[in-house]
C-alpha cells in the first residue's frame, strides 16, 4: 500500500540549530511529494514540494528538502531553527506516480523551537 | 492573497444531531476537496470534486456522511446523524486543476466536537 511515514512524533531543537525532519514513502515508483505546515487552528500550508525535477527542492522560510530515490526519503531541513518555526510538519505524496491532487499524508511531526 | 474560506470555525453538537459545514474555495478553482484530520493525524481525503462532479468519495462514509457543490463553486459537507467518533477537524481545500502537479490551498478548517 502506498504510504508516507514521518520518523517521530515530536522532535525539539534550539532556536538557531539545525531542523531536520524525516519523511519516507513506499512506492517503486517515485510520486510527487510534499511538505505543509500547520499552526494551531490553522489550515495547511504548503512549504515546498517535488515534482520530478531538481532533487533538492527549495521552499518558504528557509527549508529545503531533498529527494533521495535510493533511500525513498525526502526529508525537510532548515539551517537554523527560528522560534517561528514551531509547528506541526506533515509530510505527503500523491497517489500513484502522477499528481491527481490525491494526497496521502503522514501522522506529522511536532517542531517545538526551545529559546 | 486569495483564500479559501470555511465556516463555522468551531461547531459542538450533541450525538445523532445533524451538523453542517461551508467551504468557498479560491475563485476560479476548479477542485474542491474535504479532509478530515483527527486529532494527532495527517488529513484524510474524504471526498474529491471536479466542477460539480464527484471524482473520489470512496472514503466518505456515505451512511450518514453527504457532500455537494452544486453550481462547481462553493460546498457544503453534512453529517448526520453525529458520531462521537466524528469529532475532528474537517479541512477544504482547492486548487486550480485535478490533475498535474497543482498546488492544494487549505483553509482554516471547522473543528467538530461531538458530546
Known amino acids: 500500500a502506498q504510504s508516507v511515514t514521518q520518523l517521530g512524533s515530536h522532535v525539539s531543537v534550539s532556536e538557531g540549530a539545525l531542523v531536520l525532519l524525516r519523511c519516507n514513502y513506499s512506492s517503486s515508483v517515485p510520486p510527487y511529494l510534499f511538505w505543509y505546515v500547520q499552526y494551531p487552528n490553522q489550515g495547511l500550508q504548503l512549504l515546498l514540494k517535488y515534482t520530478s525535477a531538481a532533487t533538492l527542492v527549495k521552499g518558504i522560510n528557509g527549508f529545503e528538502a531533498e529527494f533521495k530515490k535510493s533511500e525513498t526519503s525526502f526529508h525537510l531541513t532548515k539551517p537554523s531553527a527560528h522560534m517561528s518555526d514551531a509547528a506541526e510538519y506533515f509530510c505527503?505524496?500523491?497517489?500513484?506516480?502522477?499528481?491527481?491532487?490525491?494526497?496521502?499524508f503522514g501522522q506529522g511531526t511536532t517542531l517545538q523551537v526551545k529559546p | 492573497e486569495a483564500e479559501v474560506a470555511q465556516s463555522p470555525r468551531y461547531k459542538i453538537t450533541e450525538k445523532s444531531q445533524a451538523v453542517a459545514f461551508w467551504c468557498d474555495p479560491i475563485s476560479g478553482h476548479a477542485t474542491l476537496y474535504w479532509y478530515r484530520q483527527i486529532l494527532g493525524q495527517g488529513p484524510e481525503l474524504l471526498v474529491q470534486f471536479q466542477d460539480e462532479s464527484v471524482v473520489d468519495d470512496s472514503q466518505l462514509p456515505k451512511d450518514r456522511f453527504s457532500a455537494e457543490r452544486l453550481k462547481g463553486v462553493d460546498s457544503t459537507l453534512k453529517i448526520q446523524p453525529a458520531e462521537l467518533g466524528d469529532s475532528a477537524m474537517y479541512l477544504c481545500?482547492?486548487?486550480?486543476?485535478?490533475?498535474?502537479?497543482?498546488?492544494?490551498?487549505f483553509g482554516p478548517g471547522t473543528r467538530l466536537l461531538v458530546l
Open positions: 505527503a505524496r500523491s497517489r500513484g506516480s502522477s499528481n491527481t491532487g490525491k494526497l496521502i
Open positions: 481545500a482547492s486548487s486550480p486543476e485535478l490533475a498535474g502537479v497543482e498546488t492544494q490551498y
